[in-house]
T-cell receptor, first 118, second 114 residues
Framework: NAGVTQTPKFQVLKTGQSMTLQCAQDMNHNSMYWYRQDPGMGLRLIYYSASEGTTDKGEVPNGYNVSRLNKREFSLRLESAAPSQTSVYFC?????????????????FGAGSRLTVL | AQSVAQPEDQVNVAEGNPLTVKCTYSVSGNPYLFWYVQYPNRGLQFLLKYITGDNLVKGSYGFEAEFNKSQTSFHLKKPSALVSDSALYFCAVRGPGSARQLTFGSGTQLTVLP
């Protein structure tokens, strides 16, 4: 019962380098999300994908790109990393409860990826 | 725009005492409210939610929360705290409509002292 799996768990980059964070879920959820967590700021939504084939910007999309490769996988790419992107990144997935109210869905989170940009 | 405020960065309580973690929100329309907990080096885990109905909702690990529409609050409570409850707690809100996404508060660090 893996849930949401993120790789890598830790990464150190130099300014200007690129990298991709991988996320996969095995719960057959339609919706997937990327958040970043910074001290004192809670979680902020970077991008989300309501269903396979669609992606939308969240609150803080600048400097990031995403790909919804298939229903299971949702990757986050940093094309040219900056120190301001030092953060902990969380992937999550969700599905509305059966017969439930749209918007009432609960998110299942991965364990996080800690990224440091020097 | 929707927003969440968690006015206390840190809450300390003695084991066995009742605990309260405060949350207020701002949203257009009826809110969907959530509490999540984060243990060290882990992702967030769902605790409970309010969608509609009874203002007092019960969740995992003995936690409950009371929805107060007039005060726009959704405080998290537990009658008797355990040391193992020590963690970072996040309140979150979503407005009505599937296009709205979840907005999280800044988090409250709960420490239960033995």
């Amino acid at each position: 019962n893996a849930g949401v799996t993120q790789t890598p768990k830790f990464q150190v980059l130099k300014t200007g380098q690129s990298m991709t964070l991988q996320c996969a879920q095995d719960m057959n959820h339609n919706s997937m999300y990327w958040y970043r967590q910074d001290p004192g700021m809670g979680l902020r939504l970077i991008y989300y994908s309501a269903s396979e084939g669609t992606t939308d910007k969240g609150e803080v999309p600048n400097g990031y790109n995403v790909s919804r490769l298939n229903k299971r996988e949702f990757s986050l790419r940093l094309e040219s990393a900056a120190p301001s992107q030092t953060s902990v990144y969380f992937c999550a997935s969700s599905e509305p409860p059966a017969g439930g109210i749209s918007g009432a869905n609960v998110l299942t989170f991965g364990a996080g990826s800690r990224l440091t940009v020097l | 725009a929707q927003s969440v405020a968690q006015p206390e960065d840190q809450v300390n309580v003695a084991e066995g005492n009742p605990l309260t973690v405060k949350c207020t929100y701002s949203v257009s329309g009826n809110p969907y409210l959530f509490w999540y907990v984060q243990y060290p080096n882990r992702g967030l885990q769902f605790l409970l939610k309010y969608i509609t109905g009874d203002n007092l909702v019960k969740g995992s690990y003995g936690f409950e929360a009371e929805f107060n529409k007039s005060q726009t609050s959704f405080h998290l409570k537990k009658p008797s705290a355990l040391v193992s409850d020590s963690a970072l707690y996040f309140c979150a809100v979503r407005g009505p409509g599937s296009a709205r996404q979840l907005t999280f508060g800044s988090g409250t660090q709960l420490t239960v002292l033995p």
